[in-house]
């Protein structure tokens, strides 16, 4: 089965500095998706940046962007100039290969807290 | 485009008694998915349907079952309650084609 761990259960960043979460991932597909969910207090989880891993090219949304390993089978999430606005629930998923279930499988999360 | 709505966000149920949670998802998402989340499990997977057949279900007793209807409503059932059903309750709405899971804002469950 398909696990997703994230070893930083808090971290926290300055406003305006850069802060990298972790996520590590166990698959034996050569085929999946990878994504980074952020669930503010109020409740919605909102999807903050997706990775197929058939592409090489790490994912990148404005201040977010991922570092994703394949080999390593590792998928971080690094924040540039953070905002007061992006602390939250931060959560590493992995869906299986196209086709299939959507289902996603979570890491535990990791909370962010982002300091003025 | 309306987001994916869920009903009610907060219910107090007693043990023993049972409860059906509602989600509309995106207009033109013919997939739902539902997830349980708590500080101890953190989310878990529940059921997946699809064009109202359930494509794939999670590692729940019985006592949980879902259903979606023609329009791509979908609802779950709790019967039974126990005290370790409380949680809150994320449903997810997609095309179905390999697009990103749209979350609701979840209907927060207290069992007493």
């Known amino acids: 089965a398909q696990t997703v761990t994230q070893s930083q259960p808090e971290m926290s960043v300055q406003e305006a500095e850069t802060v990298t979460l972790s996520c590590t991932y166990d698959?034996?597909?050569?085929?999946?998706?990878l994504f980074w969910y952020k669930q503010p207090p109020s409740r919605q989880m909102i999807l903050v940046i997706r990775q197929e891993a058939y592409k090489q090219q790490n994912a990148t949304e404005n201040r977010f962007s991922v570092n994703f390993q394949k080999a390593a089978k590792s998928f971080s999430l690094k924040i540039s100039d953070s905002q007061l606005g992006d602390a939250a629930m931060y959560f590493c998923?992995?869906?299986?290969?196209?086709?299939?279930?959507?289902?996603?499988?979570f890491g535990k999360g990791t909370k962010l807290t982002v300091n003025p | 485009k309306a987001g994916v709505t869920q009903t009610p966000r907060y219910l107090i149920k007693t043990r023993g008694q049972q409860v059906t949670l509602s989600c509309s998802p995106i207009?033109?998402?013919?997939?739902v998915s539902w997830y349980q989340q708590t500080p101890g499990q953190g989310l878990q997977f529940l059921f997946e349907y699809f064009s109202e057949t359930q494509r794939n279900k999670g590692n729940f007793p019985g006592r949980f079952s879902g259903r979606q209807f023609s329009n791509s409503r979908s609802e779950m059932n709790v019967s039974t309650l126990e005290l370790g059903d409380s949680a809150l309750y994320l449903c997810?709405?997609?095309?179905?084609?390999?697009?990103?899971?749209?979350f609701g804002n979840g209907t927060r469950l207290t069992v007493t």
């Open positions: 698959t034996s597909e050569s085929d999946y998706y």
């Open positions: 998923a992995y869906r299986g290969p196209q086709g299939g279930s959507e289902k996603l499988v």
């Open positions: 207009s033109g998402h013919r997939s």
């Open positions: 997810a709405s997609s095309t179905g084609r390999n697009s990103p899971l749209h």
